[in-house]
T-cell receptor
Framework: GDSVTQMEGPVTLSEEAFLTINCTYT??????LFWYVQYPGEGLQLLLK?????DKGSNKGFEATYRKETTSFHLEKGSVQVSDSAVYFC??????????FGTGTRLTVIP | NAGVTQTPKFQVLKTGQSMTLQCAQD?????MYWYRQDPGMGLRLIYY???????DKGEVPNGYNVSRLNKREFSLRLESAAPSQTSVYFC?????????????FGPGTRLLVL
């Protein structure tokens, strides 16, 4: 069945460090891929998405490229800030109402 | 726009009690969802409603019922709460049911069942 596997956390980085959070997927068909972010005490919100192979999603300095050959959608940011501390969820959708989430990766950025 | 709102924010129940979690959205979205979030398990879909008047089971529907009261509101009911239902519950809505769907989430309801 369809699923998402993302790296386990927690991840702790110093401010201005480079961030990578790995995400791989298994899906039938041609999924769209998403990264959602959950800040403390809040619901999830869309960070970025890509709807077809080789698309790059980007937002707030974060990027992820849809790699069909490696079934991956890794999240990257060149220089993290304390305000980026949150839980990040990789997700995929293959059809109507069929959104699958990874288990989430908690990121803590220290000054 | 308030987006997606949920009430209550926090609730404590005793085993066997019932309660209804309320959700409303003001974005005129057709689809609405209920998820539960448990440590190490991400979000799991409980029920969804693709349009007003329709509801369908998700991955973990046992012990829950839902009502799509109108286009704005989608409630989740626990008829007889169990400790295994201790979780954080999120409601979401979306404006397009397809592979480009973006879901918008409420702030969550934290439920503790003793």
């Amino acid at each position: 069945g369809d699923s998402v596997t993302q790296m386990e956390g927690p991840v702790t980085l110093s401010e201005e460090a480079f961030l990578t959070i790995n995400c791989t997927y298994t899906a039938t068909g041609y999924p769209s891929l998403f990264w959602y972010v959950q800040y403390p005490g809040e619901g999830l919100q869309l960070l970025l998405k890509a709807t077809k192979a080789d698309d790059k999603g980007s937002n707030k300095g974060f990027e992820a490229t849809y790699r069909k050959e490696t079934t991956s959608f890794h999240l990257e940011k060149g220089s993290v800030q304390v305000s980026d501390s949150a839980v990040y969820f990789c997700a995929l959708i293959t059809g109507a109402n069929n959104l699958f989430f990874g288990t989430g990766t908690r990121l803590t950025v220290i000054p | 726009n308030a987006g997606v709102t949920q009430t209550p924010k926090f609730q404590v129940l005793k085993t066997g009690q019932s309660m209804t979690l309320q959700c409303a959205q003001d974005m005129n979205h057709n689809s609405m969802y209920w998820y539960r979030q448990d440590p190490g398990m991400g979000l799991r879909l409980i029920y969804y409603s693709a349009s007003e008047g329709t509801t369908d089971k998700g991955e973990v529907p046992n012990g829950y019922n839902v009502s799509r009261l109108n286009k704005r509101e989608f409630s989740l009911r626990l008829e007889s709460a169990a400790p295994s239902q201790t979780s954080v519950y999120f409601c979401a809505s979306s404006d397009f049911a397809g592979t480009e769907e973006t879901q918008y989430f409420g702030p969550g309801t934290r439920l503790l069942v003793l």
